[in-house]
C-alpha cells in the first residue's frame, strides 16, 4: 500500500471509532445499563463504603492536602499512596465486585477527592464534573458511551450517590465494558 492510502484508512478507522463511540445506546443496551445501575446503587449502600466516604468527610487524612492533579498524573501505580487507595476496605469491597463487565469503578467523597478504586484514576479530584456533581444532588449520572483509553474497549461510566444517612456524601463512579453486559 502507498503512503496516502495507508493515511486514508487510518483515517476512516479512527473516525469511525469517534462516531461508533459517540453512538446512543440502543433501548436493549439501555435497559442492560439501568439493570447494572441498581446494582452498583447497592454497591454504594455498602457499610464498608458508606463508613469510608463519611470517614473521610469527617476528617480527611494530612496527607491528602499535598496532593494535586499535577502530582496525581504523574505518580505510579506502585507508588504508596495511589496503592492505598485499592489496599484500603474501599478498594477491597470494590474488588469483590470486579467482573468483565466492570471496566473501573471509583469512590470519591464529598469534594470528589479518592476514596477507594480498582485502579489508578486519571485524576485525584473529580469535583466539577457531572460524573460527581449529578450523585451529589442524589441522581444518577450516565455518561457518552466512549473508547476506554486503558482498555481499548468501548464503555459507559455509570455514577450514583453514596448516601450517608440519606443524603449524598460521596460517589461512586463504575465503568461498564457495553460488550460484555448480559444479553
Not at 61 to 76: H, I, R
Not at 109 to 130: C, E, Q
Request: glycine share 6%; charged share 20%; aromatic share 6%.
Amino acid at each position: 500500500m502507498n503512503q496516502p492510502i495507508c493515511i486514508t484508512f487510518a483515517t476512516l478507522i479512527l473516525l469511525f471509532t469517534r462516531l461508533t463511540a459517540q453512538a446512543q445506546l440502543d433501548p436493549a443496551a439501555q435497559a442492560r445499563v439501568d439493570a447494572a445501575v441498581m446494582d452498583i446503587q447497592q454497591w454504594a449502600s455498602n457499610p464498608a463504603i458508606v463508613k469510608a466516604v463519611s470517614a473521610q468527610n469527617a476528617t480527611l487524612p494530612a496527607d491528602y492536602s499535598a496532593m494535586t492533579q499535577d502530582k496525581w498524573k504523574v505518580a505510579t501505580i506502585l507508588d504508596p499512596f495511589v496503592r492505598s487507595f485499592s489496599k484500603n476496605e474501599a478498594g477491597a469491597f470494590l474488588k469483590t465486585k470486579k467482573t468483565d463487565t466492570v471496566s473501573e469503578a471509583f469512590i470519591s467523597d464529598a469534594n470528589g477527592l479518592k476514596v477507594g478504586f480498582l485502579s489508578k484514576t486519571s485524576s485525584w479530584s473529580h469535583k466539577g464534573n457531572p460524573k460527581h456533581e449529578v450523585p451529589m444532588t442524589g441522581k444518577i449520572w450516565q455518561g457518552k458511551v466512549e473508547l476506554d483509553e486503558s482498555t481499548g474497549l468501548q464503555q459507559v461510566q455509570v455514577s450514583v450517590p453514596v448516601l450517608a444517612d440519606g443524603k449524598p456524601a460521596g460517589s461512586l463512579v463504575v465503568g461498564l465494558v457495553l460488550s460484555k453486559l448480559e444479553k
